[in-house]
């Protein structure tokens, strides 16, 4: 059962991700006063004045592959740059321009900024909304805000009054940021790396193997052999038992339990860089310019079967991520373009839906962070955020000192809290971002060779709230520590 149907049939299950939510949210999204007040009952220190995370210090002696092309940041077709995000103040109607008089690019700007200040609100308020992607309007939004600050006058006593137990729990953790553990997991460099659903994470290696792992206790459970070159991309796919892994041509299916292979998928003609179960279907991006879907449902006859071949990308395909109507796919590639995709009726067959253009080389990676938001990854040392109803490119994040390999969003146990960002790149660091502000919050830095991969752990009872591989074989685990 995935996470999303856990939350739903568990409700323990729920609280326990809420309360390492909460403990995370206490030390950098709530106000000065909360965080303050926590801070004096031993549950981390407070952070900056304007409620975001401290920062740690950014720089990085080991400087590895520096030059591998000048920093580009350029906005779509016909356009001479981005500017930030017009920020919505409390006083609404003091510093924002009037709607006539705004840009198509700066209205798309200003429905994302609401979209994530309501999300901040009713999370305070103790809200939840009807759907993912709600936008909630203006007159909602206003009382949200009388309701969150009704919460946050009580919210002293609301502390006091939880139970012992649950007080415990919140003590016990604290985000800092730091690295709690490394793992020398593979011989060579470490090029994927996936969560499970149980809680364990995947990882894929220019060794040729597949390995899978405890993160809270750092421990190999199992060693999957098969591949004859490099493990490009992992996934998993309907149950945690089952992961699929990408190398030269071939996809490998595996049985973690049984620790075999149960069926080997051929078809691309060249390295397959992507995978991603999406509707039921093993999606596949390779380097002969193809996206490919499988059949992955073991118990039916076609299982192992290509459905369908999507070939409008003029590149190399990197990266796929999907979105949350289950419906909805982006695809990434060496051509500079992010390519959105939609599931037609109940067949298996996609059409493509929207072209957006921004990136200047090759796109690393994809995550959803909204019903219609995109996060992409690219060798122009970008980060972009994507409407993807319009195709506006909402900004730049731009901190990277390198190419950014890959992305991670922290969405919590049912897709409702704000997202939380997080990237990897061959700068050698891992980085954490404010999409409201557009801007990097805090700079993982500890690895000594590039990051190439990162993902947002599901465990909610020990250490860790990321992981990230790299090009010396490392593991690390950063975020949650145990006081």
Request: charged residues 25%; contains cysteine; aromatic residues 6%.
């Amino acid at each position: 059962m995935s996470y999303y149907g856990k939350a739903a049939a568990n409700p323990e299950f729920l609280e326990s991700w809420q309360t390492q939510l909460d403990a995370i949210r206490d030390i950098f999204s709530l106000s000065k006063t909360s965080r303050a007040s926590l801070a004096d009952n031993g549950i981390g220190e407070p952070g900056p004045s304007d409620g975001g995370l401290p920062t740690l210090p950014s720089g990085n002696p080991i400087a590895l592959r520096r030059s591998r092309g000048s920093k580009t940041c350029v906005s779509g077709e016909g356009a001479s740059g981005l500017r930030s995000p017009p920020v919505p103040s409390d006083d609404e109607g003091s510093d924002l321009l009037e709607e006539e008089e705004m840009s198509d690019l700066e209205k798309d700007q200003r429905k994302f900024v609401r979209w994530l200040r309501a999300r901040h609100a009713q999370e305070r308020a103790g809200v939840r909304p009807a759907n993912y992607g709600e936008v909630v309007e203006e007159a909602q939004l206003e009382e949200l805000k009388a309701q969150a600050r009704r919460r946050s006058s009580v919210e002293l006593g609301e502390l006091e009054e939880r139970s012992a137990s649950a007080e415990e729990h919140v003590r016990r953790f604290s985000f800092n940021g730091d690295c709690v553990s490394t793992i020398k997991a593979h011989e060579d460099a470490v090029n994927c790396i996936t969560t499970l659903d149980n809680g364990n994470i995947v990882t894929g290696s220019e060794d040729t193997f597949v390995k899978v792992w405890n993160p809270n206790e750092a421990t190999l459970l199992c060693t999957l052999e098969g591949h004859f070159g490099a493990v490009n991309c992992v996934t998993q796919l309907t149950t945690p038992d089952m992961v699929a892994s990408g190398s030269d041509r071939e996809i490998v299916i595996w049985s973690i339990s049984e620790r075999a292979s149960l069926a080997t998928l051929k078809g691309h003609g060249s390295y397959v860089w992507g995978l991603l179960l999406v509707d039921g279907l093993l999606v596949s991006a390779s380097s002969d310019k193809t996206v490919r879907l499988w059949c992955v449902e073991r118990k039916r006859h076609e299982f192992g079967t290509c459905f369908s071949v999507l070939e409008e990308h003029r590149d190399s395909v990197y990266s796929i991520a999907k979105f949350p109507d289950g419906r909805t796919m982006a695809t990434g590639s060496a051509d500079t373009t992010v390519m959105l995709w939609k599931g037609a009726g109940h067949s298996h067959h996609y059409v493509r839906a929207k072209v957006l253009r921004g990136h200047t080389k090759l796109v690393y990676s994809l995550i959803a962070v909204g019903q219609s938001y995109l996060a992409s990854a690219s060798d122009d040392w970008t980060i972009r955020l994507w409407d993807c109803d319009s195709g506006s490119c909402l900004g730049c994040l731009d901190g990277h000192e390198a190419a950014v390999t890959s992305l991670a969003a922290f969405l919590g146990p049912d897709g409702s809290q704000v997202p939380i960002l997080f990237s990897g790149g061959r700068d050698c660091d891992a980085k954490l971002w404010d999409l409201t502000t557009m801007k990097c919050e805090r700079t993982l830095a500890g690895h000594r060779d590039e990051v190439l991969c990162i993902t947002v752990l599901a465990s909610t009872h020990h250490c860790g709230v990321l992981a990230t591989g790299c090009e010396d074989g490392t593991v690390k685990i950063w975020g949650i520590v145990q006081m």
